[in-house]
């Protein structure tokens, strides 16, 4: 089948987009230190409105021993409000494609700052019976720092599609796609555009046009994102009474 349609370029960095660049216009966490590890010392902090948290540093989250040098990281809580705010205006799973501008301080409502920087959500783990927040994982994600990233595909033109209005699915087979980012050129999302697909075309992942700092972390990148499949026969054989 040809692929013409490799032409057909999807551009994911959209500078117009709300979703194009991690930006601080979203929330500024905000976060004091915890010298105590514990299950009881962390039901203590939620049961006070505080959630446990860690930050990491690029380096702890390499799999190969001899590039994991020992590395600080930082033990801290943070609001549970204002978590949920976050989730709420940034819901999953673009939250961990999202950076935010982390302040520790010195104490809750201290004017005193301690450090601070960007951070990329890594994890959220939640209670399986009450889905409340029990604990957040963390990343550095300070300028010119790279990081793997799972970055969400949103879909759009299905509207426009003509495989679509012949009867034709959209099969989905990617709901996101691994990048080694700058941490300053995370896209939160990547949008692939289907307005020009017809029953048996489809989008591979080659053909998903990034910044091109950023390198696709795949073994075969002429997988498909996605393709325009038939659901209705043209001629189908009357039901066997």
């Known amino acids: 089948m040809s692929r013409w349609w490799r032409t057909l370029r999807m551009v994911a960095h959209n500078p117009n987009s709300p979703f194009s660049q991690s930006t601080s216009s979203y929330h500024t966490i905000q976060a004091v ?33 001899e590039n994991r ?5 930082q033990l801290l809580t943070t609001e549970t409000k204002q978590i ?5 205006s940034v819901e999953l799973p673009f939250f961990y494609s999202t950076t935010f501008p982390l302040q520790i301080r010195a104490g809750s409502g201290s004017s005193v700052l301690l450090d601070s920087g960007k951070v990329l959500p890594i994890k959220v783990h939640r209670n399986d019976e009450t889905g409340n927040i029990l604990n957040l994982v963390f ?3 300070d300028d010119g720092t ?17 495989g679509l209005k012949k009867g034709g699915s959209l099969n989905r087979i990617r709901t996101s796609l691994k990048y080694l980012c700058p941490a300053e050129l995370i896209p939160p999302k990547i ?11 489809r989008i591979f992942m080659d053909d998903v046009e990034v910044h091109p700092s950023l390198k696709l972390l795949s073994k075969n990148d002429d997988m498909p994102v996605c393709k325009i499949v038939a659901t209705n026969l043209e001629n189908p054989e009357p039901a066997v009474v």
């Open 191 to 201: 949008e692939v555009d289907v307005s020009n697909l017809d029953i048996g075309d």
């Open 69 to 73: 040098p020992l590395s600080r990281k």
């Open 33 to 65: 230190p915890r010298e105590c590890t514990g299950s009881r010392v962390a039901s203590k902090d939620r049961a006070q409105g505080r959630i446990p948290a860690v930050v990491l540093a690029p380096n702890l989250l390499d799999k190969s021993p």
């Open 139 to 141: 990343v550095w994600a």
């Open 146 to 162: 790279k990081l793997k990233v799972d970055v969400p595909v949103v879909f759009k033109g299905e509207e426009n599609c003509p």
């Open 84 to 88: 949920q705010s976050i989730l709420k």
